[in-house]
């Protein structure tokens, strides 16, 4: 099946740093780019939707000048946590639609510090 | 109550029983229903995929959908060690793929050699 690759797998940062998030598809084009977010013991939870070269759509509650997507081309985007917090350390996964399907990436653990 | 339910177990069994996994939801727009397995460390990969009320067969796996009772369940027969991951239930309104998921917690399998 198609890859989506998502990195880094794993990532620790202090209070107040930024941190990037990429997930690229490898043999697709990916149009939409969708970014969720998964707390200890709870849903999946969207956090936006992205298509190529528009600007992110961002669910209630999900600020939008916090976390910062990028879906620049076809085959990536990138999630910005900016100025995290340990309040942001969670599961963030990635899900690239093709126009088929939709395939998800690895997912990235971030522990803010 | 959240739009979907889904018992997070853990779920313990012995290699060759028969595995049945349930969801609840509240949304009655719900149109599309999905099973995701999601092994540790890795992105949830779609496993089922149903369209409204049935049932769906897969090797050993079987999807059934009851929208009168807003319940879905996911069967697998003759299970292996190799189906010891997490199942997330999944729903979509519309689109299937391209739109919009919500998630189950997802429900944590072992299977027993």
């Known amino acids: 099946g198609a890859v989506v690759s998502q990195h880094p797998s794993r990532v620790i940062c202090k209070s107040g740093t930024s941190v990037k998030i990429e997930c690229r598809s490898l043999?697709?084009?990916?149009?939409?780019m969708f970014w969720y977010r998964q707390f200890p013991k709870q849903s999946l939870m969207l956090m936006a939707t992205?298509?190529?070269?528009?600007?992110?759509?961002?669910e209630q509650g999900v600020e939008k000048d916090k976390f910062l997507i990028n879906h620049a081309s076809l085959t990536l985007s990138t999630l910005t946590v900016t100025s995290a917090h340990p309040e942001d350390s969670s599961f963030y996964i990635c899900?690239?639609?093709?126009?088929?399907?939709?395939?998800f990436g690895q997912g990235t653990r971030l522990t803010v510090v | 109550q959240k739009e979907v339910e889904q018992d997070p177990g853990p779920l313990s069994v012995p290699e060759g029983a028969i595995v049945s996994l349930n969801c609840t939801y509240s949304?009655?727009?719900?149109?599309?229903f999905m099973w995701y397995r999601q092994y540790s460390r890795k992105g949830p990969e779609l496993l089922m995929y149903?369209?409204?009320?049935g049932n769906k067969e897969d090797g050993r796996f079987t999807a059934q959908v009851d929208k009168s009772s807003k319940y879905i369940s996911l069967f697998i027969r003759d299970s292996q060690p190799s189906d010891s991951a997490t199942y997330l239930c999944?729903?979509?309104?519309?689109?299937?793929?391209?739109?919009?998921?919500?998630f189950g917690k997802g429900t944590l399998l072992t299977v027993n050699p």
């Open positions: 899900r690239a639609w093709g126009g088929t399907e939709a395939f």
């Open positions: 043999d697709f084009q990916a149009t939409t």
């Open positions: 992205s298509n190529e070269g528009s600007k992110a759509t961002y």
């Open positions: 949304n009655s727009a719900f149109q599309y």
């Open positions: 149903t369209y409204s009320s």
């Open positions: 999944a729903m979509s309104e519309d689109g299937g793929s391209n739109y919009k998921l919500t």
